[in-house]
């Protein structure tokens, strides 16, 4: 379930300040949020899958944490990822 190149260069593109910058915490919430979203999916269909449930848990969590840090260094970045992923900030 790991995501294409593609969509990976789409979202640095979209969200980083170059085509390298994959390390900002923007980045990171939002390569995160789409691997959320996917493994969601993969949860819905796959009930039992309780490996798959744990990872999706903590993947959760790193976002929380990711977002809470950008929250406290740049509010209107924050602000912008969080609209433009429609996730609740």
């Given at each position: 379930?790991?995501?294409?190149?593609?969509?990976?260069?789409?979202?640095?593109?979209?969200?980083?300040?170059?085509?390298?910058?994959?390390?900002?915490?923007?980045?990171?919430?939002?390569?995160?949020?789409?691997?959320?979203?996917?493994?969601?999916?993969?949860?819905?269909?796959?009930?039992?899958?309780n490996?798959?449930?744990?990872?999706?848990?903590?993947?959760?969590?790193q976002?929380?944490?990711?977002?809470?840090?950008?929250?406290?260094?740049?509010?209107?970045?924050?602000?912008?990822?969080?609209?433009?992923?429609?996730?609740?900030?």
């Amino acid at each position: 379930m790991p995501l294409t190149k593609e969509e990976k260069d789409n979202i640095v593109s979209k969200f980083g300040e170059n085509k390298m910058d994959t390390g900002s915490a923007a980045v990171q919430i939002a390569l995160l949020t789409s691997r959320i979203r996917r493994l969601t999916d993969h949860s819905m269909k796959n009930k039992k899958d309780n490996h798959s449930r744990r990872g999706l848990v903590m993947l959760v969590g790193q976002r929380k944490r990711l977002m809470k840090y950008l929250r406290k260094t740049d509010l209107k970045k924050y602000e912008n990822v969080v609209n433009e992923l429609k996730i609740r900030g």
